[in-house]
């Protein structure tokens, strides 16, 4: 069946400094994947997202790009705050070229980042 | 409403006792998700609902679960003889019929502790 693989974390860094969290999915065909993320106290919310090979998703300094020959999706932004402290989920789901979805994102563990200032 | 609205938003039950968790989507949303936040296991998929029918219920753990949508509008997740292993955070999320390519907005969820 279809997985996400996450790097585990937790992740701590100081203020400015480069992240990369890592996600690596299987799966069969070619599917949409995402970056969620979980502020403290908030529900989730879509940060980017690539639909297919070779796109790359961005949003608030973060990207992403989609390798279909690494079957990797890694998230990374060059200069973090103490605001990006949050909980990050990479996704993946099948949509179809009209943009319709099958129904159901599949999920990593997530990966908790910790910003100091 | 501006946001899925999720309640309870904290639940502590004892073994045993049935509990029912309420959504209400965003007006207009067609398709509803139910997913399950558990430490340590990430995020499960529940139930999804298109309109009033549930094409996907694949993910619900075991026949204690169920959940139903009326009006196209506010579903419900009822647990049944909650066990231990059922402690986790409930999340909501509903979008546009099927345009998963502008993702779900999900809700703050329902923390459920069995004790």
């Known amino acids: 069946g279809d997985s996400v693989t996450q790097m585990e974390g937790p992740v701590t860094l100081s203020e400015e400094a480069f992240l990369t969290i890592n996600c690596t999915y299987t799966a069969t065909g070619y599917p949409s994947l995402f970056w969620y993320v979980q502020y403290p106290g908030e529900g989730l919310q879509l940060l980017l997202k690539a639909t297919k090979a070779d796109d790359k998703g961005s949003n608030k300094g973060f990207e992403a790009t989609y390798r279909k020959e690494t079957t990797s999706f890694h998230l990374e932004k060059g200069s973090v705050q103490v605001s990006d402290s949050a909980v990050y989920f990479c996704a993946l789901s099948f949509t179809n070229a009209g943009g319709t979805s099958y129904g159901k994102l599949t999920f990593g563990q997530g990966t908790i980042l910790t910003v100091h200032p | 409403g501006a946001g899925v609205s999720q309640s309870p938003s904290n639940k502590v039950t004892e073994k045993g006792k049935d509990v029912e968790l309420r959504c209400d989507p965003i007006?207009?949303?067609?398709?509803l998700y139910w997913y399950r936040q558990s430490l340590g296991q990430g995020l499960e998929f529940l139930i999804y609902?298109?309109?009033?029918?549930?094409?996907?219920k694949s993910g619900l753990p075991s026949d204690r679960f169920s959940a139903e949508r009326t009006g196209g509008s506010v579903s419900t997740l009822t647990i049944q003889r909650t066990q231990q292993e059922d402690s986790a955070v409930y999340l909501c999320?509903?979008?546009?019929?099927?345009?998963?390519?502008?993702?779900?907005?999900f809700g703050s969820g329902t923390r459920l502790t069995v004790v």
């Open positions: 007006s207009g949303h067609t398709a």
């Open positions: 609902f298109q309109g009033n029918s549930a094409p996907d």
């Open positions: 999320a509903s979008s546009v019929e099927g345009l998963l390519l502008y993702g779900y907005t």
